[in-house]
């Protein structure tokens, strides 16, 4: 697998605001399909990593719950 890549100076930023876009919409979408559904429910799966993505380490999972279930983050998901 190729962890580097080269890329051409005048094509480097648009490439970099498409993945910082991906990225987010990724995030996005693992907050409204995994955490925010069950942090209403309160289940006690809240911090299993979905098997789908096994990939994500245990310990970034579990920052990624807690900043995204904190209260400051309910504030700005309900007056969005």
């Given amino acids: 697998m190729q962890l580097t890549f ?24 693992l907050c409204t399909k995994f955490v925010l559904p069950l942090v209403a429910a309160g289940s006690d799966q809240l911090y299993v990593v979905p098997q789908k993505y096994d990939w994500i380490k245990q310990e970034e999972w579990n920052g990624f719950v807690q900043s995204h279930s904190s209260p ?9």
Wanted: glycine letters at 4%; hydrophobic letters at 50%.
């Fill in 72 to 80: 400051e983050f309910m504030v700005i998901i309900i007056s969005t």
């Fill in 6 to 29: 080269e890329l051409e100076a005048a094509r480097r930023p648009k490439i970099l605001v498409n993945v910082g876009v991906k990225w987010k919409n990724f995030k996005n979408m």
